[in-house]
């Protein structure tokens, strides 16, 4: 199982950018999926999360309004799209999956614990 995050650069606050998550190695369309982000010299925080089916996300209070998850499972594909960017929001943007399926069920899907696949993270740097 293999994911593989990818889409982050150099952007200006205000701008917008589309990370994704490619999944290959298991039935994607099972499991919840999570992004998370790293910034230098700080704990790796959640930033938001998507139900197998797509129809439920959450968000951390900081992004809510301005970063979308959404999924393809046709694709195998996790996007989050993040509009009006801030020089806080830099920081590396990792996806990750729920092989248990029960983040959403058990309300612990802001919890890292409750990933059980990492991809390798994607790095999103914001200019003031």
């Known amino acids: 199982v293999q994911l593989q995050a990818y889409g982050g650069g150099l952007v200006q606050a205000g701008d917008s950018l589309r990370l994704s998550c490619a999944v290959s190695g298991c039935t994607f369309s099972r499991y919840p999926m999570g992004w998370f982000r790293q910034a230098p010299g700080k704990e790796r925080e959640f930033v938001g999360a998507?139900?197998?089916?797509?129809?439920?996300?959450a968000y951390t209070d900081s992004v809510n309004g301005r970063f979308t998850i959404s999924r393809d499972n046709a694709k195998n594909t996790l996007n989050l799209q993040m509009n009006s960017l801030k020089p806080e929001d830099t920081a590396v943007y990792y996806c990750?999956?729920?092989?248990?399926?029960?983040?959403?069920?058990?309300?612990?899907?802001?919890?890292?614990?409750?990933?059980?696949?990492w991809g390798q993270g994607t790095l999103v740097t914001v200019s003031s």
């Open positions: 998507i139900d197998w089916s797509g129809g439920i996300t």
């Open positions: 990750a999956a729920d092989l248990s399926g029960r983040a959403f069920s058990t309300r612990n899907y802001r919890s890292r614990e409750t990933y059980d696949l």
